[in-house]
DNA sequence: ATGTATTTATTCTACATTTACGAAAATTGA
DNA sequence: TCAATTTTCGTAAATGTAGAATAAATACAT
């Protein structure tokens, strides 16, 4: 791949990212994935998700202040850039403009 | 992966043999790709794609009869089956609930 | 106040799966 | 056999998965 792409996983995590704004970070990213969906991917796939995203440019990061909570490092808050959004919009409308082609025919016999 | 997952690129071939029905082989899936996408995969990366498909039981094939025309190898046609309609109707509304969720709020800066 | 335990998070490292490419092999009609 | 398609194969690169290691912040005992 060209470094340019958008995997399956990388936009199912920039979705997720979307939903959880502002408060998206890799513990709540992770259990928001387990909560949504079927699946329950460990910590460090997401951090990987996370970097790559990054470096692709289709997200931003930034350090929160400490929480005054039980305990913990501080949290990573990350956000969707510009080309970020653009990116799973071209998905998007390119999946509708897909499936609006399939001919019924296809399914008849499922 | 645990082998029953749909990749983003096969996903795409799924949606692209839909289209193409009943004449889905992989020539045909490679330019329709190249038709209505920005990308021009290899037609190994069709192939891989295709064979990964039909081990998860997505897709099916069966050779077609040999044509008139000059030369050629007989065409493989691909068809969807019913876990396969399944596996992308399931993507498609996992990410349009995910979509419905994600707050205004979080495009307002870009 | 200082040090240690506990909790919450991120980083690091390793490996599996998917995606990509292009050359080689196979099959068919002329 | 030759030319035209099409699939298959071998290899490399990108993406996905996992868990242990590390870091940082608070709580608590001394």
Redesign the interface.
């Known amino acids: 791949m060209k470094g340019t ?4 996983f990388e ?2 995590v920039l ?2 990212i ?2 959880l ?2 408060n998206a970070y890799g513990l709540a990213i992770k259990q928001e994935i387990a909560d ?2 079927k699946r329950s991917p460990a910590i460090g796939a997401i951090h990987s998700a996370l970097s790559r995203l990054e470096d692709k440019g289709f997200l931003k990061s930034h350090l929160a202040d400490a929480t005054h909570e039980r305990g913990g490092r501080r949290k990573k808050l990350y ?4 080309s970020g ?1 653009q990116a799973i919009e071209y998905n ?1 409308s ?2 509708n ?3 609006n ?3 019924e ?3 008849k016999k ?1």
């Open positions: 792409h958008l995997g399956e936009e199912l979705l997720i979307g939903v704004y502002p949504q969906t956000e969707i850039t510009a959004k998007r390119l999946r403009t897909l499936w082609q399939i001919p025919l296809a399914w499922l």
